[in-house]
């Protein structure tokens, strides 16, 4: 039979997978609680399935997606770990320790077309979408480097590429990852970071309920669409009405992401533009200086500036926090995700 990548298949694409190779459908829930619950490293090690059955998946799928080529250490205990793809293709993943969380921001892309100015990623332009088997397979990795101790509690999609660029993909990862048969993640502990791809925002509202984080960083369009692209496509005015719109449960609320650049976004005005295109929403605003890289044309604001532009939200009653910058020192802050293998 064909090889395939057993952890592209949610439960019930796995039982449909399964009836196609002669077996039974309760097959899939056991392989299911193997891959996720015990999180298995052989098909040997499946011994409650028959020995032709073990022999018939080993040589009929692949149980891995990824392998490690190299893991750092910040530092501050933060992680970063380069993968590679079966094709050959290299992403990034991080794991950021905050003690009681251990929060693992995952790639859902091996690059990405949006091209945000300040984002190392964008530098790269799109090779290709992750499969499903890729994306939930970068958790099952990192489990098995961190080990008991140092167990994931959150995961969130910031890392390279576009979630809802690759949707489809995303979506079956996420329903793996909630499935309590599956890797039985709260959907609290799971957030999804878009640029403001309007439609496909829509689409998530309705079929998960992960937290949703929007990437911002200007609150004026011409601002925006200078460091985003994709502004020109999903200016603000549509981003906010379709943030308004989302549908969430009443203590939830969006979170804003704002990385503040000196000169570009950090001014009083900007801060109080910021104010008044969330009102009405129900928002979290979270502040992240730039992170400086020599082949990026930007500087971090001054921390007298950072703190008044946070004052200016919060004298506005808005919930405004500035994210520290974690494994700057490994190139494992936001925004700093380049796989640089691939051009070396």
């Known amino acids: 039979m064909e090889r395939v990548f057993i952890k592209d298949y949610p439960l019930d694409e796995l039982e449909g997978w399964v009836e196609?190779?002669?077996?039974?459908?309760?097959?899939?829930?056991?392989?299911?609680?193997?891959?996720?619950?015990?999180?298995?490293?052989?098909?040997?090690?499946?011994?409650?399935?028959?020995?032709?059955?073990?022999?018939?998946?080993?040589?009929?799928?692949?149980?891995?997606?990824?392998?490690?080529?190299k893991a750092q250490e910040a530092e501050d205990g933060t992680r970063k770990f380069l993968f590679r793809l079966h094709d050959g293709h290299?992403?990034?993943?991080?794991?950021?320790?905050?003690?009681?969380?251990?929060?693992?921001?995952?790639?859902?892309?091996?690059?990405?077309?949006?091209?945000?100015?300040?984002?190392?990623?964008?530098?790269?332009?799109l090779t290709r979408n992750l499969t499903t088997a890729e994306i939930v397979d970068q958790v099952i990795q990192v489990h098995h480097l961190?080990?008991?101790?140092?167990?994931?509690?959150?995961?969130?999609?910031?890392?390279?590429?576009?979630?809802?660029?690759?949707?489809?993909?995303?979506?079956r990862a996420l329903k793996i990852l909630l499935d309590p048969q599956g890797l039985g993640f709260s959907h609290?502990?799971?957030?999804?970071?878009?640029?403001?791809?309007?439609?496909?925002?829509?689409?998530?509202g309705k079929e998960s309920p992960v937290n949703l984080a929007v990437s911002l960083h200007a609150a004026d369009n011409e601002t925006r669409s200078r460091l985003m692209p994709v502004n020109r496509t999903y200016p603000l005015?549509?981003?906010?009405?379709?943030?308004?719109d989302y549908p969430m449960p009443s203590r939830k609320?969006?979170?804003?992401?704002?990385?503040?650049?000196?000169?570009?976004?950090?001014?009083?005005?900007?801060?109080?533009?910021?104010?008044?295109?969330?009102?009405?929403v129900r928002a979290k605003v979270n502040l992240i200086p730039f992170n400086p890289h020599p082949s990026l044309p930007f500087q971090r604001p001054s921390?007298?500036?950072?703190?008044?532009?946070?004052?200016?939200?919060?004298?506005a009653h808005m919930t405004a926090t500035i994210r520290q910058s974690r494994g700057a020192d490994i190139r494992a802050a936001c925004g700093q995700l380049a796989a640089q293998v691939v051009s070396s």
């Open 20 to 69: 196609g190779i002669g077996e039974r459908r309760f097959r899939a829930r056991q392989i299911f609680r193997h891959v996720y619950g015990r999180l298995i490293r052989s098909w040997d090690e499946c011994t409650d399935l028959a020995k032709a059955f073990r022999t018939q998946l080993e040589f009929g799928t692949h149980l891995d997606a990824l392998s490690l080529v």
């Open 90 to 125: 290299h992403i990034e993943s991080v794991l950021i320790p905050d003690p009681p969380r251990n929060t693992l921001c995952i790639s859902s892309q091996v690059g990405c077309a949006l091209g945000c100015r300040f984002c190392l990623t964008g530098t790269l332009g």
């Open 146 to 171: 961190q080990g008991k101790e140092g167990r994931i509690t959150n995961i969130v999609f910031m890392g390279m590429g576009e979630p809802l660029a690759n949707y489809r993909q995303v979506i």
């Open 188 to 204: 609290r502990r799971i957030t999804l970071s878009t640029v403001g791809l309007v439609p496909r925002m829509r689409e998530l």
């Open 237 to 244: 005015e549509h981003l906010i009405r379709a943030c308004r």
């Open 253 to 280: 609320r969006i979170t804003f992401e704002y990385i503040l650049i000196r000169d570009v976004n950090d001014r009083t005005e900007d801060a109080r533009r910021l104010v008044k295109i969330l009102s009405g």
């Open 303 to 315: 921390e007298e500036r950072i703190l008044a532009f946070q004052n200016i939200l919060k004298d």
